[in-house]
């Protein structure tokens, strides 16, 4: 097995109630020395989703969508349509993301160890804890879609009165705290595909252990969750914007792996 050897920032253990862990944009560097190794394996892993949410889109669309594309095209403004092109295309993003994450997962934590692995590797060595993984992510998935589904559903029905801007607004601050409750669901279960992975743990035990760790860890991950936000928000920027946001997402996708392992080592779960 090749391996590689990685600088990662240091733990500091100052005495007080948890460790004094590195800022969020520490990560950036270590993450992208990580990616690297295994640049190829990751890049394959993640253009499966595309290539199939792509090829179901163009079977199924409808004249409907053909017609918007072509009018959006003219307008920016225009009324998108959501037709059977775009569901099948959602519905075959959905299962391709689960069907290579827990591969994804465990090529990520591979790298951020210095270990070289390929495609078929990933996809055969992550056989054995496949379900487990898709449970720990459709459980969080769905944990997060209830506490926004109002929000959701307020929106739609919004839509059909006749001034939906003034009802959705009010409709923004009334779920506000499921919205909060959301994010912080995602927060606490930031890391559980990482503890079903690594430790091979049942999918409850790594939710749990996940938990433990988010709340004793301060803003050890409130940090690594802000900076991916950041750079989502780079494909604003015009021109540039789409190509800085996909360089540096992939730059810092072995980030919360890298946080694992740090938590792993001040054992806080």
């Given at each position: 097995?090749?391996?590689?050897?990685?600088?990662?920032?240091?733990?500091?253990?100052?005495?007080?109630?948890?460790?004094?862990?590195?800022?969020?944009?520490?990560?950036?560097?270590?993450?992208?020395?990580?990616?690297?190794?295994?640049?190829?394996?990751?890049?394959?892993?993640?253009?499966?989703?595309?290539?199939?949410?792509?090829?179901?889109?163009?079977?199924?669309?409808?004249p409907a969508e053909v017609a918007y594309v072509q009018e959006v095209a003219r307008n920016p403004?225009?009324?998108?349509?959501?037709?059977?092109?775009?569901?099948?295309?959602?519905?075959?993003?959905?299962?391709?993301?689960?069907?290579?994450?827990?591969?994804?997962?465990?090529?990520?934590?591979?790298?951020?160890?210095?270990?070289?692995?390929?495609?078929?590797?990933?996809?055969?060595?992550?056989?054995?804890?496949?379900?487990?993984?898709?449970?720990?992510?459709?459980?969080?998935?769905?944990?997060?879609?209830?506490?926004?589904?109002?929000?959701?559903?307020?929106?739609?029905?919004?839509?059909?009165?006749?001034?939906?801007?003034?009802?959705?607004?009010?409709?923004?601050?009334?779920t506000l705290p499921l919205m909060v409750l959301a994010?912080?669901?995602?927060?606490?279960?930031?890391?559980?595909?990482?503890?079903?992975?690594?430790?091979?743990?049942?999918?409850?035990?790594?939710?749990?252990?996940?938990?433990?760790?988010?709340?004793?860890?301060?803003?050890?991950?409130?940090?690594?969750?802000?900076?991916?936000?950041?750079?989502?928000?780079?494909?604003?920027?015009?021109?540039?914007?789409?190509?800085?946001?996909?360089?540096?997402?992939?730059?810092?996708?072995?980030?919360?792996?890298?946080?694992?392992?740090?938590?792993?080592?001040?054992?806080?779960?």
């Amino acid at each position: 097995m090749v391996k590689f050897k990685l600088k990662s920032p240091k733990i500091k253990y100052t005495g007080g109630s948890r460790p004094d862990f590195p800022s969020g944009f520490s990560l950036l560097k270590p993450s992208w020395q990580a990616i690297k190794i295994n640049l190829i394996t990751i890049l394959e892993l993640i253009l499966i989703p595309i290539l199939l949410s792509t090829a179901a889109v163009i079977i199924f669309r409808s004249p409907a969508e053909v017609a918007y594309v072509q009018e959006v095209a003219r307008n920016p403004q225009a009324t998108p349509v959501i037709g059977p092109g775009v569901i099948s295309s959602f519905i075959a993003t959905v299962i391709s993301t689960l069907l290579v994450g827990a591969a994804l997962t465990l090529t990520l934590l591979k790298s951020t160890r210095g270990e070289k692995i390929d495609f078929l590797q990933a996809i055969k060595q992550s056989g054995r804890f496949f379900w487990r993984h898709v449970f720990v992510v459709v459980a969080t998935g769905l944990a997060v879609l209830i506490c926004l589904a109002p929000l959701f559903a307020t929106a739609y029905l919004a839509s059909k009165q006749a001034s939906p801007s003034t009802i959705y607004e009010w409709a923004v601050v009334a779920t506000l705290p499921l919205m909060v409750l959301a994010i912080v669901l995602v927060q606490r279960l930031l890391l559980g595909p990482f503890y079903v992975v690594a430790r091979d743990d049942s999918a409850i035990d790594s939710m749990k252990a996940s938990s433990r760790a988010a709340r004793r860890s301060g803003w050890a991950l409130w940090q690594i969750m802000g900076v991916s936000v950041l750079f989502a928000m780079l494909n604003y920027i015009p021109t540039l914007g789409t190509i800085l946001s996909l360089m540096f997402s992939i730059a810092y996708a072995a980030a919360p792996a890298l946080r694992y392992r740090q938590f792993d080592e001040a054992k806080l779960s």
